[in-house]
């Protein structure tokens, strides 16, 4: 049986996801700083088994499409259990950094703990974007790529 969210897990999820966004668009000013070469778009999706999937993608012009970096925020319901998800990655999959996760009992409101993983969500985004604008601008970074 699908649990249908409750208007207050649908507005905790709408303002999560205006404060990613804003992330997403705060990388982008800092990337075209460095870089302005660089095309991005930033969009949500939800489903009864995905109330949240959110992705930035980051794209150098020139550059081949499978190095784009891609930053995906997912919240999952499977099996009564909901969990948060974040990462960056390239486009053709290669995971480069993974961000903060959290797991809670599907019975326990999204409105009483999503706040805080947006916060993890967000503080990571800004911790991460020195790395995502090396990465886009070729510059050696942590992460372990092909």
Request: negative net charge.
């Amino acid at each position: 049986m699908t649990e249908v969210p409750s208007r207050s897990s649908t507005t905790a999820i709408e303002h999560v996801w205006d404060r990613l966004n804003e992330g997403f668009r705060e990388i982008y000013t800092q990337v075209l700083r460095r870089t302005a070469t660089v095309d991005w778009l930033a969009e949500a999706h939800d489903n009864p088994s995905f109330p949240l999937m959110a992705y930035a993608r980051f794209e150098r012009k020139g550059r081949p499409d499978d190095e784009a970096l891609v930053i995906q925020v997912d919240i999952h319901r499977e099996k009564g259990v909901i969990t948060w998800t974040t990462d960056a990655c390239q486009e053709r999959g290669a995971v480069l950094v993974d961000g903060p996760t959290r797991s809670a009992p599907a019975t326990e409101p999204l409105a009483s703990w999503v706040g805080e993983a947006a916060d993890a969500a967000i503080a990571w985004l800004k911790a991460e974007t020195p790395n995502f604008i090396a990465y886009l601008n070729q510059e050696p970074t942590p992460y372990d790529v092909d």
